[in-house]
Nanobody
Framework: VQLQASGGGSVQPGGSLRLSCAASGSFGSIYSMAWYRQAPGKVRELVAE?????TYADSVKGRFTISRDYAKKTVYLQMNSLKPEDTAVYFC??????????WGKGTLVTVSS
């Protein structure tokens, strides 16, 4: 299972970005997909997960939206009203039935004026 993330970049405060992560390989169903992030000097934290339930970190509620295209085995993260504190490397994660958990390479999001 491989996860390929894209969509990171630099944006001014208040701007928007959309991250995408596509899963590829020979496997069946994906139970859950999520986005994590890790800011410099901080531990990796869950941003949003789409599985049996949809959950968000309190810091992004109302600003970020996670969605999935099950046919394309892709998860998206729409990020609006971005703040400097959202600056981090964002990682895609997937839990695949019968295969376990997988991480994608990170994509950098920088929010700065």
């Amino acid at each position: 299972v491989q996860l390929q993330a894209s969509g990171g970049g630099s944006v001014q405060p208040g701007g928007s970005l959309r991250l995408s992560c596509a899963a590829s390989g020979s496997f069946g169903s994906i139970y859950s997909m999520a986005w994590y992030r890790q800011a410099p000097g901080k531990v990796r934290e869950l941003v949003a997960e789409s599985g049996g339930d949809t959950t968000y970190a309190d810091s992004v509620k109302g600003r970020f939206t996670i969605s999935r295209d099950y046919a394309k085995k892709t998860v998206y993260l729409q990020m609006n009203s971005l703040k400097p504190e959202d600056t981090a490397v964002y990682f895609c994660w997937a839990s695949v039935y019968g295969f376990g958990d997988f991480w994608g390479k990170g994509t950098l999001v920088t929010v700065s004026s």
